[in-house]
Nanobody, 116 residues
Framework: QVQLAESGGGLVQAGGSLRLSCVASGSIFTFTSMGWYRQAPGNQREWVALITSSGSTDYAASVKGRFTISRDGAKNTVYLHMMSLKPEDTAVYLC??????????WGQGTQVTVSS
């Protein structure tokens, strides 16, 4: 059973930065892709960023240019570097790991709160 553990969330002022981490219980290269989603109260879960097994990345328009997804295979960890944070970035951020068409795995999430 794959486990994903997020960390790094917290309270930050608008314009600030945070780095989220997602540690997988096994090699991250066994996944087709890994990514980050977020969910704010009353909103649907929203895709934020992904990184494929080959290292390609993609971002939601709302975070492009401010967020960067990266990985460290030796640590089985995927990161989300978030800069120029805005109050609308406030949400629970969840790590996702996919293996093709199989049901993806999810972490429990880490809270990010951006104050204005």
């Amino acid at each position: 059973q794959v486990q994903l553990a997020e960390s790094g969330g917290g309270l930050v002022q608008a314009g600030g930065s945070l780095r989220l981490s997602c540690v997988a219980s096994g090699s991250i290269f066994t996944f087709t892709s890994m990514g980050w989603y977020r969910q704010a109260p009353g909103n649907q879960r929203e895709w934020v960023a992904l990184i494929t097994s080959s290292g390609s990345t993609d971002y939601a328009a709302s975070v492009k240019g401010r967020f960067t997804i990266s990985r460290d295979g030796a640590k089985n960890t995927v990161y989300l570097h978030m800069m120029s944070l805005k109050p609308e970035d406030t949400a629970v951020y969840l790590c996702n790991a996919a293996r093709g068409a199989l049901n993806p795995y999810w972490g429990q999430g880490t809270q990010v709160t951006v104050s204005s």
